[in-house]
């Protein structure tokens, strides 16, 4: 999908459906003046705030594919709604584009090619300069977070470490973002005990994928971004039950994250350093696996307590936040499919974020509501931490008791340990891993929270 610009709605081309906003209940493909329209219906035109707009331009690219519209007409000054006249024509111009973008994106590259749902251009009717500038930036944003879902949604067959390694590769080629790749070799030189104990039950060698973007003053600091990259997560010995194996091709999409949004900043040339940190690994049982009552020693030197094998995100991370540290950083976020335990506490509709600085936590909600990606905090306090002291180490990867209680906090805590050294927010994505009916979203990957993360560097930009 792309988007072209025409300067009004005479002359439209034969093929090219012309969208109208109606007060009406309907939703139709039709013919009316003698011109070929997709009639949407919007019926409380007086209720449609930031929330509902975004979902509002995805459900129109819905139901414009579902007509097999390939070609739709698109005029910004329609969609006025007396909630959003405090946003300004830009903002709103960037926010259709990204929206539009995301919502025309499927993962169907594994499909005998159906194109037949494929909205191919929309033609955007401004003269507005400002106004197209705003749309091409908006649309360079969703195709990113789009490249980031496909990759995400890969199936762990496909994406293995070493090709993730390689996808981050390709992610930055032609900017001036640097990838470097630790192999299992270099893991070990720098101690990363954490990293080599959970890759251990796999035929895959581990990675650790490095991007650095200096889009300033290398003396300025950096920001560290994260992402787990877990490309399959089998639990491991204690291996998951049931069918709660599906879709842990996922446990990548922190990584995904990381990696899409470094490679957004350099194509963007933000005036920033970020750093992507991504250690990779598959998490699978066998003879060489890392077991319960195995205790690791990390890349920090504190060692750890293997108390089930699943709980295994918290301890590659653990590595990467050690690693972190010798950027100085001036602020480090993890990215990471964690616990269920957040989408217990959360549902499906928001990440779970932890942060001991107010300031941050008031931020990342912030640029939550500015980018459609929702986030909610849960605690850090001190109290949780006698939870994760290990009963024959220093630290155990989980409540030491086994209690599964409060699963998103003791993960987050455990991480804590090992991110004292920095301003640090832990966003537990795992409720936003794939998208829900009412996202009229495409299945699979939503490619959350891209959005809020380059609005981060955006805001550090200035
Ligand atoms: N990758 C999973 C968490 C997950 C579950 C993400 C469902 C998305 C959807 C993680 O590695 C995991 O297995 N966590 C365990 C922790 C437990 C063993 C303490 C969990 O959440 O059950
Ligand atoms: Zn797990
Ligand atoms: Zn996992």
Same mark, same amino acid.
């Given at each position: 999908m792309k988007f072209s610009f025409i300067?009004? /709605?005479? =002359?439209?081309? &034969?093929d090219v459906v012309l969208l109208e906003l109606t007060p009406e209940s309907i939703c139709k493909h039709t013919i009316k003046d003698n011109i070929e329209k997709l009639l949407f219906g919007i019926?409380?035109?007086?209720?449609?705030n930031q929330r509902k707009f975004f979902v509002l331009c995805r459900k129109i690219i819905q139901v414009a594919k579902s007509q097999k519209i390939k070609r739709l007409a698109i005029n910004?000054?329609?969609?006025?709604?007396p909630k959003l006249d405090n946003l300004d024509p830009k903002t709103k111009a960037q926010i259709m584009a990204e929206q539009f973008t995301i919502a025309e994106? /499927?993962? =169907?590259?594994? &499909?005998?090619?159906?194109?037949?749902?494929?909205?191919e251009e929309i033609f955007v009717i401004t003269e507005n300069l400002e106004i197209k500038k705003s749309f091409e930036r908006g649309y360079i944003i969703g195709k990113e977070v789009n490249l980031c879902r496909d990759l995400a949604n890969t199936p762990g067959g496909d994406i293995t470490p070493k090709s993730l390694a390689q996808k981050a590769i390709e992610a930055c080629k032609g900017t001036e973002a640097k990838v470097t790749i630790f192999d299992e070799k270099k893991i070990k030189e720098l101690g990363m005990g954490a990293i080599l104990g959970v890759s251990r039950g796999s035929h895959e060698k581990p990675r650790f994928i490095i991007i650095e973007y200096w889009?300033?003053?290398?003396n300025d600091k950096p920001i560290v971004l994260a992402g787990k990259g877990?490309?399959?997560?089998?639990?491991?010995?204690?291996i998951k039950p049931g069918?709660?194996?599906?879709?842990?091709?996922?446990?990548m999409s922190g990584g995904a994250v990381a990696i899409h949004t470094v490679a957004l900043a350099s194509k963007m040339k933000l005036k920033i350093n970020v750093v992507a940190l991504v250690p990779a690994v598959e998490n699978m049982p066998g003879g060489n696996s890392y077991r319960p009552g195995d205790i690791l020693k990390s890349m920090s030197g504190k060692t750890i307590e293997v108390l089930?094998?699943?709980?295994e995100g918290r301890l590659i991370l653990s590595d990467a936040l050690t690693y972190a540290e010798k950027y100085n950083p001036e602020l480090v976020v993890d990215i990471a499919t964690l616990t269920g335990a957040a989408v217990v506490a959360l549902g499906e509709r928001a990440s779970a974020i932890f942060t001991k600085d107010k300031e941050l936590e008031d931020l990342f909600r912030e640029l939550g509501e500015e980018a459609g990606e929702y986030v909610w905090p849960l605690p850090l306090w001190e109290e949780y931490e006698e939870d994760i002291?290990?009963?024959?180490?220093?630290?155990?990867?989980?409540h030491k008791s086994g209690s599964r209680w409060g699963g998103a906090i003791e993960a987050a805590i455990f991480l804590y340990q090992f991110a004292k050294k920095y301003p640090w927010v832990h966003i537990d994505m795992a409720p936003r891993m794939i998208s829900i009916k009412?996202?009229?979203?495409?299945?699979?990957?939503?490619?959350?929270p891209l959005k809020l993360l380059f609005k981060l560097l955006e805001k550090y930009s200035k």
């Amino acid at each position: 999908m792309k988007f072209s610009f025409i300067p009004n /709605e005479k =002359n439209l081309n &034969k093929d090219v459906v012309l969208l109208e906003l109606t007060p009406e209940s309907i939703c139709k493909h039709t013919i009316k003046d003698n011109i070929e329209k997709l009639l949407f219906g919007i019926e409380k035109k007086d209720e449609i705030n930031q929330r509902k707009f975004f979902v509002l331009c995805r459900k129109i690219i819905q139901v414009a594919k579902s007509q097999k519209i390939k070609r739709l007409a698109i005029n910004p000054e329609y969609f006025n709604f007396p909630k959003l006249d405090n946003l300004d024509p830009k903002t709103k111009a960037q926010i259709m584009a990204e929206q539009f973008t995301i919502a025309e994106f /499927e993962f =169907n590259k594994f &499909k005998k090619q159906s194109k037949e749902k494929t909205l191919e251009e929309i033609f955007v009717i401004t003269e507005n300069l400002e106004i197209k500038k705003s749309f091409e930036r908006g649309y360079i944003i969703g195709k990113e977070v789009n490249l980031c879902r496909d990759l995400a949604n890969t199936p762990g067959g496909d994406i293995t470490p070493k090709s993730l390694a390689q996808k981050a590769i390709e992610a930055c080629k032609g900017t001036e973002a640097k990838v470097t790749i630790f192999d299992e070799k270099k893991i070990k030189e720098l101690g990363m005990g954490a990293i080599l104990g959970v890759s251990r039950g796999s035929h895959e060698k581990p990675r650790f994928i490095i991007i650095e973007y200096w889009g300033r003053n290398k003396n300025d600091k950096p920001i560290v971004l994260a992402g787990k990259g877990v490309t399959f997560d089998s639990g491991g010995l204690n291996i998951k039950p049931g069918d709660s194996m599906n879709g842990m091709h996922l446990d990548m999409s922190g990584g995904a994250v990381a990696i899409h949004t470094v490679a957004l900043a350099s194509k963007m040339k933000l005036k920033i350093n970020v750093v992507a940190l991504v250690p990779a690994v598959e998490n699978m049982p066998g003879g060489n696996s890392y077991r319960p009552g195995d205790i690791l020693k990390s890349m920090s030197g504190k060692t750890i307590e293997v108390l089930n094998t699943d709980a295994e995100g918290r301890l590659i991370l653990s590595d990467a936040l050690t690693y972190a540290e010798k950027y100085n950083p001036e602020l480090v976020v993890d990215i990471a499919t964690l616990t269920g335990a957040a989408v217990v506490a959360l549902g499906e509709r928001a990440s779970a974020i932890f942060t001991k600085d107010k300031e941050l936590e008031d931020l990342f909600r912030e640029l939550g509501e500015e980018a459609g990606e929702y986030v909610w905090p849960l605690p850090l306090w001190e109290e949780y931490e006698e939870d994760i002291k290990g009963n024959f180490a220093d630290l155990s990867n989980i409540h030491k008791s086994g209690s599964r209680w409060g699963g998103a906090i003791e993960a987050a805590i455990f991480l804590y340990q090992f991110a004292k050294k920095y301003p640090w927010v832990h966003i537990d994505m795992a409720p936003r891993m794939i998208s829900i009916k009412s996202d009229y979203l495409a299945q699979g990957s939503t490619g959350e929270p891209l959005k809020l993360l380059f609005k981060l560097l955006e805001k550090y930009s200035k």
